[in-house]
T-cell receptor
Framework: RKEVEQDPGPFNVPEGATVAFNCTYS??????FFWYRQDCRKEPKLLMS???SGNEDGRFTAQLNRASQYISLLIRDSKLSDSATYLC????????????FGTGTRLKVLA | DTGVSQNPRHKITKRGQNVTFRCDPI?????LYWYRQTLGQGPEFLTY????????KSRLLSDRFSAERPKGSFSTLEIQRTEQGDSAMYLC?????????????FGPGTRLTVL
């Protein structure tokens, strides 16, 4: 089983739609969680950190469920510019700083 | 631009040649990381430095790979006797010790093609 698993997609959604991605992780001791966005042939860029209480940044909402070991990202009112790959990232345990990435979920927002 | 920079951005080499990549982190960041990303996959951790000390290495980092950060600032990643399987995007990231959470910022990457 992979340490971090994501549905690779692609998710094709119309502009204005709401779309949700899930990500599961295997290490219950994992400390920190993030969503990064990666455009084609570019570097990953931090979208948001994920906190136990859930957090929101504009149209984006991230949730963490430690009991079920999954993280979610909700995008409301999708824009064409949201088209990208969304990478789920887990920092597994204290004492290490290596990120564990999922394979990414591709999103294409259609006009 | 005060972000992470990497050079070169692209490198094409023949199998068996040695290549070296450079990464300059965000200036106040004392942690520096190298990752490798192949098509359709997320980045995979290779190694990381805290200041000049290399603190962790992945088993992906074979004997042909070596990374250095001699003065705790920029870092180099060298691949000796390149193989076609080394073709990938090599990403560098940096972070600041004490950040809560530890947030890594990525450079634009060096795309390596081994012919």
């Amino acid at each position: 089983r992979k340490e971090v698993e994501q549905d690779p997609g692609p998710f094709n959604v119309p502009e204005g739609a709401t779309v949700a991605f899930n990500c599961t992780y295997s290490n219950s001791a994992s400390q920190s969680f993030f969503w990064y966005r990666q455009d084609c042939r570019k570097e990953p860029k931090l979208l948001m950190s994920v906190y136990s209480s859930g957090n929101e940044d504009g149209r984006f909402t991230a949730q963490l469920n430690r009991a079920s070991q999954y993280i979610s990202l909700l995008i409301r009112d999708s824009k064409l510019s949201d088209s990208a790959t969304y990478l789920c990232v887990v920092l597994p345990t204290s004492g290490t700083y290596k990120y564990i990435f999922g394979t990414g979920t591709r999103l294409k927002v259609l006009a | 631009d005060t972000g992470v920079s990497q050079n070169p951005r692209h490198k094409i080499t023949k199998r068996g040649q040695n290549v070296t990549f450079r990464c300059d982190p965000i200036s106040e960041h004392n942690r520096l990381y190298w990752y490798r990303q192949t098509l359709g996959q997320g980045p995979e951790f290779l190694t990381y430095f805290q200041n000049e000390a290399q603190l962790e290495k992945s088993r992906l980092l074979s004997d042909r790979f070596s990374a250095e950060r001699p003065k705790g600032s920029f870092s180099t990643l060298e691949i000796q006797r390149t193989e076609q399987g080394d073709s990938a995007m090599y990403l560098c990231a940096s972070s600041l010790e004490g950040g809560r959470p530890d947030t890594q910022y990525f450079g634009p990457g060096t795309r390596l093609t081994v012919l």
